[in-house]
């Protein structure tokens, strides 16, 4: 079993334990606000592919760099969320295929000061169904992001530990309920450390609440019958963000059936980040993404594990130019388990 200190992030790649828009654009001069992030590039320009386009930030606002964040703390409306949670071994006999933990403990040994704690399963998921991580209804995220002091002159940053993949399940989760002033902390608490920025032990004290109030879009989330209803057709993509080798079936998988849903193409979630958990360049995301056929003018449908780690390649696709964008919420959690439902292998 993995420790709560040694996340468990199989979802992005092999199992592994981590310790405690496309467009051609021209050049101009940066604003203040447009400084250098971890794309290695002022944030507003783009990026450089080999071939001489540029890639530019649909959303530069998105993604927050350490430098800013560092700048920024303090500020009345800024809220900073650590999103992180751990995924430990179920115990014998469980029909779960991990425990998810709340990161209490590993915010309350450090965390960026002022920020609160976000628990995905336990106040923001739908705990009345059978798999973790399911989209709670909007009613009740309404009141859980209103307790957290989410309102309308919000600024929210989200970070995780180890990995982006749950501070951008927040992030999607925002953006399907109508919020658009969220921010990914690039490179995570992990970055932050290892700048030697300041850090504030404890438990969460928390925001004052206001009133979160929900417009929720269409699209941003499917399910199983939408995804089996594309299953062959042209004009949809359905890409799985696990490992090559679950993708392939080539090991035992904790969710089921080993294999990917049929036709699916697979870029990883941990291809698109660097060893400093930092996202890489969107020039090499894009490439990969056109590697897969994935294109702009096709629905594209991402999945993974349990509708987590899915959520960095849709970050990084929206943040290209991409608009029909969807999550598989269910994923493989679902899908390897119903046996009426199709895999491949191989």
Not at 291 to 298: F, L, M, P, S
Request: glycine fraction near 12%; include cysteine.
């Amino acid at each position: 079993m993995a420790l709560l200190g040694a996340p468990v992030f199989e979802e992005i790649g092999r199992r592994v334990e981590v310790p405690m828009g496309k467009r051609t654009v021209p050049r101009r001069c940066p604003t203040p606000m447009q400084t250098r992030n971890g794309y290695g590039m002022v944030q507003g320009q783009g990026a450089a592919s080999p071939q001489g386009v540029e890639y530019d930030m649909r959303d530069p606002q998105a993604l927050m760099s350490t430098e800013q964040l560092a700048a920024r703390l303090g500020q009345a409306n800024l809220r900073i969320y650590d999103c992180t949670t751990y995924l430990e071994a179920a115990p014998a006999g469980s029909d779960q295929p991990y425990v998810a933990v709340p990161g209490r403990r590993s915010f309350a040994e450090g965390h960026i000061p002022g920020a609160d704690f976000l628990d995905l399963q336990g106040e923001f998921s739908d705990n009345a169904s059978p798999l973790r991580f399911m989209l709670a209804a909007p009613a009740s995220l309404e009141e859980a992001f209103g307790r957290h002091g989410v309102g309308a002159g919000s600024q929210v940053v989200l970070y995780s530990i180890g990995t982006s993949m749950w501070a951008t399940r927040f992030w999607w989760m925002l953006k399907s309920l109508g919020f658009g002033n969220a921010a990914v902390l690039d490179g995570g608490l992990d970055k932050w450390k290892a700048e030697g920025r300041p850090l504030e032990a404890g438990a969460a004290k928390g925001y004052p609440p206001t009133t979160f109030t929900a417009a929720p879009r269409p699209g941003y989330f499917t399910d199983r019958d939408r995804v089996r209803a594309t299953l062959g057709t042209s004009n949809t993509v359905i890409v799985n963000a696990l490992g090559p080798q679950f993708h392939r079936g080539l090991e035992p998988s904790r969710y089921g059936r080993p294999g990917r849903i049929p036709g699916s193409v697979n870029v990883p979630a941990a291809s698109l980040v660097g060893a400093d958990k930092t996202f890489v360049p969107l020039a090499d995301a894009a490439a990969k993404f056109a590697a897969q056929g994935i294109a702009k003018d096709k629905d594209v449908i991402c999945y993974c594990g349990g509708g987590i780690s899915a959520t960095v390649d849709l970050f990084l696709l929206y943040q290209l130019g991409y608009d029909r964008l969807s999550l598989y919420d269910g994923s493989m959690g679902e899908w390897a388990r119903e046996p009426s439902l199709p895999i491949e292998t191989g």
